[in-house]
């Protein structure tokens, strides 16, 4: 098995409370151990493929799987690959067998057994989120919080890591855990792989508004009952009074930035 996901550069980590979680250290190499890895979808091909830049964030999580597995042999799994992502907004979800959708994490699971032989019991999938807030939320409510992680590694690729990383602190500094089991987060970024500059920009345009958004909406939701009450009412992916809107595909339709998607 060759070895993926070299060379790239880790972000560092922030804590959100005073008595913050404390990181493992693998003692060989001193690098952090974590419970788990998320990787934020980041697009699916209308084939049911996924994109250069998805496999890159896939190829780092499996390096970081088998990192963790040899400094933790005993340890079963040595860490959760969480995979974070359903569909897209922007353009409709390819269909597998049966006729159901296939979703982002479901392909992403795939890739990684098939690709890395990374063990299906290591492999955690949400199928609920549709957007980066979405990622955020869901692998803390569906994963992070029943299982008492305090510790997390996020990937995503270099231009949807800005607000990757604002939507997972915002999201989880709201949640307390009980006391002051905060989760300690650091972030890992993947290059642009497939994506030609024109793309880029585009992407980097949307991203830089909906982060902006993002970080107006965090000054007025404080508090984790606030924040389902606010996705789960007036967000377009989330809340009933929006559903009308899936599947409005115009306003992406000439946009270079579809093909990041």
């Not at 990622?135 to 919080?145: G, Q």
């Not at 992680?149 to 307390?176: C, K, N, Q």
């Not at 972030?187 to 958004?213: H, I, M, W, Y």
């Not at 967000?235 to 998607?261: T, W």
Request: glycine share 6%; hydrophobic share 40%; charged share 20%.
């Amino acid at each position: 098995r060759a070895s993926p996901g070299r060379g790239l550069a880790a972000h560092a980590s922030r804590s959100f409370s005073a008595r913050a979680a404390s990181v493992a250290v693998d003692e060989t190499s001193g690098a952090a151990l974590y419970e788990a890895v998320v990787v934020v979808a980041g697009g699916i091909e209308d084939d049911g493929t996924l994109p250069a830049w998805v496999l890159s964030r896939l190829d780092l999580a499996a390096a970081e799987y088998f990192r963790h597995a040899k400094a933790r042999p005993r340890a079963t799994p040595p860490t959760y690959v969480v995979l974070s992502g359903s569909a897209t907004p922007h353009k409709p979800p390819p269909v597998q067998r049966g006729g159901f959708t296939y979703h982002e994490s479901t392909a992403m699971a795939e890739y990684l057994m098939e690709k890395w032989k990374v063990p299906a019991s290591a492999l955690l999938k949400d199928t609920a989120s549709m957007d980066t807030i979405g990622n955020a939320y869901f692998s803390l409510m569906l994963h992070a919080a029943p299982r008492g992680w305090r510790t997390m590694l996020v990937v995503t690729s270099a231009f949807h890591m800005p607000r990757t990383r604002a939507a997972f602190e915002w999201v989880f500094g709201l949640y307390d855990g009980g006391g002051d089991k905060k989760i300690e987060l650091a972030f890992q970024e993947t290059p642009n792989d497939g994506l030609d500059k024109e793309v880029v920009a585009a992407r980097a345009e949307r991203e830089a508004a909906s982060e902006a958004a993002l970080r107006e909406n965090q000054q007025r939701v404080v508090s984790m009952p606030a924040f389902a009450e606010w996705l789960y009412t007036t967000h377009m992916c989330y809340a009933v009074g929006r559903q009308h809107e899936i599947g409005a595909f115009e306003e992406m339709k000439n946009d270079p930035a579809l093909k990041s998607y």
